[in-house]
């Protein structure tokens, strides 16, 4: 299981102090799955250990697997489409080194979103439509012995002649407990990992000791930018047990002595006796963690939920605003709440202790620059104590990726374009959507400058100020002092 390096390039300099590092937590989840068919299985993850491709390869090679699977998955449940290239450099290297001799497959969002593309143009000999497991354990089996690879589900390949062949989709797991038992940790150097910078303000020094734990898969919404469900192929959540999530966190807290924990899930904060059922084995143990998890504005209405939270260590919770204008928000079926909801749903969650982590999207279908700057200036308002700004991006699987297609807006992935990094929030290549009255560039601009004003904003340090103390407001100020390097201000100041 191999999750090849991209952070460098997906990230910039921010990689190095200010990006998380994060556990694989598809690539441990499958492991499991695997080793319970009765497969030796080996981790490799080169992000962690700062590999280049081409060491990443040696290490492959050195191991001489029946099978390399390379898994793509980014930080974020929709950012796949953007570690395509490391992948693809990893792979193009193995080969170099073994003359094609260690057959891959390639898993994720994106290959699942665009399998006949992917087989086509990237190296990878295999690639899986679906979420993985199953595909990957009867892929095995069938390379070591012999077997048709026509009896693989979710599995695309070539025949001999090169006719390009795919297979029905493999099942969902329904039982999670029994069949996707929890992750392999055990693989994986725990040591190597980092909480994200705002995750730890309260406690810089203690970023290393984190993890990323899954507890639901897929999404019941249909927010037309998101591509989370595209492995999955419909809209549902599946749930592991409370006592299944309470068994993984006992093994982290008391074997690996973990304190940070990201809830991976693409939306935790949903079904109330499923958190709360968590949160209360959580409190029962007396754990002192430092959860993050992702919510919604209309499911954080339950004040007991909350309090429970707040009590087992859910000090974080990633809120999905997007827009400060109702009139885009409806536009990609986000929600059917007003401005002043948002408002009242953020006050009632930090009453409870809570710090908010807001995400908010630049660039939507029907932005303008007068829209763009209502939601920066909801921003400023609403002051959390973090704010993601990001980019509209119409990732492959979306269903704006389609619209965009039809529509003949330029994307990343189109003849001279930048490729799939160009899906990337924070690559020096990035390539947001085009709006009706703006351009991609001023789209990026525009969330460029945005970042810059909200942090420096003299509200939001004395905030912070009063809540982590100095080391915090330090720590945003040398954050700031780096500008993310652009291709398209690199252009026009050529010109």
């Known amino acids: 299981m191999v999750t090849p390096p991209s952070r ?18 598809a690539s441990g989840l499958i492991a499991t799955y695997v080793r319970r068919a009765g497969f030796d299985v080996a981790m490799l993850d080169a992000e962690a250990e700062g590999l280049t491709h081409e060491q990443t390869a040696d290490r492959i090679a050195g191991l001489a697997p029946r099978l390399a699977v390379f898994m793509i998955c980014g930080q974020q449940p929709s950012a796949s489409t953007q570690c395509m290239p490391g992948g693809r450099k990893a792979c193009e290297a193995l080969d170099e080194l073994t003359r094609g ?119 019941p919404f249909k927010c037309s930018f998101c591509c989370i469900n595209a492995p999955f192929g419909t809209n549902t959540l599946r749930c592991w047990s409370p ?22 899930d693409e939306m935790f904060v949903l079904n109330p006796k499923h958190v709360m059922g968590i949160a209360d084995r959580i409190i029962e143990r007396g754990y002192d963690l430092n959860f993050w998890a992702y919510a919604r504005i209309d499911t954080l209405q339950n004040e007991a939920m909350l309090t429970r939270l707040k009590r087992a260590g859910f000090n ?66 609403l002051n959390t104590t973090w704010a993601n700004f990001y980019s509209a991006m119409a990732y492959p699987g979306s269903q704006l990726y389609q619209v965009a297609k039809d529509r003949g807006w330029r994307l990343p992935d189109d003849p001279g374009g930048p490729g799939w990094i160009g899906y990337s929030q924070h690559a ?21 400058a945005a970042f810059d004003e909200y942090f420096s904003n003299s509200s939001y340090l004395s905030g912070m100020r009063r809540k982590f103390g100095q080391p915090a407001v330090d720590h945003i100020h040398r954050m700031l002092k780096y500008k993310l390097p652009r291709r398209h201000r690199d252009t026009a100041a050529a010109a």
């Not at 006992?250 to 990201?262: M, P, Q, S, T």
């Not at 009139?327 to 401005?339: E, L, M, P, S, Y």
């Open 243 to 264: 006592d299944n999530v309470i068994a993984q966190i006992d093994v982290l807290v008391e074997r690996y002595g973990i304190r940070n924990i990201k809830i991976h």
């Open 316 to 381: 974080w919770l990633a809120i999905g605003i997007e827009s400060g204008s109702r009139f885009v928000r409806d536009g990609v079926t986000k929600g059917r709440f007003d401005n002043d909801s948002i408002s009242t749903v953020i006050d009632r969650v930090r009453d409870h202790g809570i710090n908010v982590a807001a995400n908010y999207i630049f660039g939507l279908q029907d932005d303008t620059l007068a829209t763009m700057r209502e939601t920066l200036d909801m921003a400023l308002a």
């Open 8 to 25: 460098a390039q997906v990230y910039q300099a921010l990689s190095n102090e200010f990006a998380a590092i994060e556990p694989p937590v």
């Open 101 to 219: 001799a260690i057959p891959t497959l390639v898993v994720g969002t994106h290959p699942s979103a665009l399998p006949e593309r992917t087989l086509r143009e990237e190296p990878y000999a295999y690639v899986c439509r679906g979420e993985g497991p199953v595909t990957v354990a009867r892929l095995a089996a069938a390379l070591k012995n012999g077997g048709d690879l026509r009896a693989v589900p979710g599995l695309w390949y070539r025949d001999a002649d090169g006719t390009i062949r795919h297979n029905a989709p493999a099942r969902l797991l329904d039982d999670l407990d029994e069949e996707l038992a929890g992750q392999a940790w055990d693989l994986l150097d725990m040591s190597l990992y980092r909480s994200h910078n705002w995750h730890s303000f309260d406690n810089p020094a203690d970023r290393m000791r984190y993890a990323s734990l899954q507890t639901s898969l897929g999404c």
């Open 428 to 448: 020096y290549d990035c390539l947001p959507l085009p709006t009706e009255a703006l351009a991609a560039t001023e789209v990026l601009a525009f969330r460029d």
